[in-house]
């Protein structure tokens, strides 16, 4: 079983529409998906409301679950609360927030603002994360993610490092814009091993990380 927290649609930068990356999520293995469109402050309704749609229209159908969600994507740091919370209230399941990536100019400042937010349930790719931060998401139970995706996946060692000391929570998300970045349980497991953990650390991060997520926003 795959639970993947973080995908794209042709919403922003993906390559497919909501229904058919539902579709192919579910012809790949998937047990949960969430659409997690890049959006700020002029998109965030209009990314929410499809896959609103989406999810419900596909829930009434097939066995896969998906959720709508959002990715808060290089805003300032100072207005991710502010956005998160509106997320929430528009219909959003998960938030995520794009975290400061070795591969992009996310300005500094956002990992600690997300981490500080209770409104945000993860912490996307957050590249060279400091022991503050990784401290603040155990805290608030906001998810810290491994990413599958290239470039992202650079600080994922860091990453693992540092959320193992603290106590936080990790997930691996794929991230994916196109079919084939739709990930499988050994590729899963792999990004997460590759990140430094145990087997049975790997266990919990893609089995019981994943689980408490589903709890945590209803999932059936």
Known sequence: MVYDFH??????????SPAELIRRAEVAGYSAIALTDHAADGTLENA???????????????????????????????????????????????????????????????????????????????????????????????FLELSARAGHSLGNGRVASLALAAGAKMLVDSDTHSPGDLLNEQHQRNVARGAGLSEEEVERVVGANALALLQRIGAR
């Open 7 to 16: 995908a794209h649609t042709f919403l922003s930068d993906g390559e497919l």
């Open 48 to 142: 929410i409301a499809a896959a609103i749609k989406d999810c419900d229209l596909t829930g009434r159908y097939w066995k896969i679950q998906a959720f709508p969600g959002v990715e808060l994507t290089h805003i300032p740091p100072e207005s991710i609360d502010e956005l998160a919370r509106r997320a929430k209230s528009l219909g959003a399941k998960i938030v995520v927030v794009h975290g400061e990536t070795l591969s992009e100019p996310v300005l500094p400042g956002t990992n600690l603002a997300a981490v500080k937010c209770p409104q945000v349930d993860i912490l996307a790719h957050p590249g060279l994360l400091t022991p503050e931060e990784a401290a603040l998401a155990a805290e608030n139970e906001i």
